[in-house]
């Protein structure tokens, strides 16, 4: 059987003490901070007092349980939180959960204020689930990961969980957390080829056109020596267009090429000049003359 929840040991001023010695037979009693005493009167739960020094009439009531109202950090691990795209995504949710017997009905208090601490950030937590599931639901898995979109999610639920709670007296004290956002594997790994073609796009744009003949060089060089031809006679051209032709996802396109005409060679008889093409006479204007039979 799990023992009931004790407030730590806290040592009292003597003045303090010398008014609980003396007020202690009259109803006098001193409940510790972050603590609230429940008092029932004629057997029925009529609320609480505390922290500091309290009275209560030790002719119609008598006191109740001690429970603690200070705030305890929790995180949650919440799977399967569906996304726009209906994505299941893994995230981690971190807050601090106090609760305010004061806050709630009297019917849910009764039952409240006798549960262990543990309990109320259980019950948290499915109202956290329960906002989470709604608010990611308005966002891709992708924008689920980026920080400005995790902030308005984060906003979004801790006004609509401490909404929800507030009949129970339990709230989400500061700022709720988003400590992790894990995407599926097969999310993962598309987001990846996709940067990395990304990257490869990028420095194939910024490549120099020296680097890249180098390049090719280098790889025609290299092909050579994994065949393990010492001597070989092969077409150049030829060669680099395979290699363009396997690297052309990686590789830039090559600048068009503009040939000039050469000028002739010393000894050599320069080509005949191009005739011009025959000039075609204007039509004559006037009246059609027919032709004639001779």
């Known amino acids: 059987m799990k023992k009931p929840y004790k407030p730590a040991k806290i040592d009292l001023p003597p003045l303090m003490r010398f008014i ?34 309290i009275y209560y009439n030790k002719l119609t009531e008598t006191l109740g349980p001690m429970v603690s109202i200070e705030g305890q950090m929790k995180e949650y ?20 959960i106090s609760y305010d017997p004061a806050a709630s009905a009297p019917e849910l208090a009764s039952v409240l204020t006798r549960l262990p601490r543990e309990a109320f950030t259980s019950i948290a937590g499915t109202f ?4 989470l599931l709604s608010i990611a639901n308005r966002y891709n898995a992708s924008e689920l990961t980026q ?20 009949y129970l ?6 700022k709720l957390r988003l ?15 996709i940067a990395q073609r990304r990257a490869n796009i990028l420095a194939g744009t910024e490549f ?40 052309r996802p990686s590789l830039p396109p090559p600048p068009n090429i503009v040939e000039l005409p ?21 039509p004559r204007s006037g009246p059609h003359r027919p032709k004639s039979r001779l």
């Open 20 to 53: 609980l010695w003396v007020g202690r037979p009259m109803g006098v009693t001193y409940v510790p901070l972050h603590h609230a005493q429940v008092i029932y009167r004629m057997g029925k739960y009529a609320g609480t007092k505390g922290p500091g020094l």
């Open 77 to 96: 691990e919440l799977d399967n939180i569906v996304s726009l795209d209906v994505v299941p995504v893994k995230m981690n949710v971190a807050g601090v």
């Open 128 to 131: 956290v689930r329960w906002a």
């Open 147 to 166: 920080h400005a979109v995790q902030a308005q999610v984060e906003q979004a639920v801790l006004e609509k969980v401490n909404e929800e709670l507030a």
């Open 169 to 174: 007296g339990l709230r989400v004290d500061g």
């Open 179 to 193: 400590t992790r956002v894990e995407l599926p594997a097969r999310l993962a790994d598309r987001h990846e080829t």
């Open 208 to 247: 120099h056109p020296a680097e890249y003949r180098r390049a090719l060089v280098a790889e025609v060089i290299e092909t050579l020596g994994k065949r393990g031809e010492s001597e070989a006679f092969l077409n150049f051209n030829e060669m680099l267009e395979s290699v363009v032709s396997e690297n």
């Open 262 to 282: 050469s000028e002739s060679a010393p000894g050599e008889p320069a080509p005949p000049p191009a005739e011009p093409p025959p000039k075609r006479l204007a």
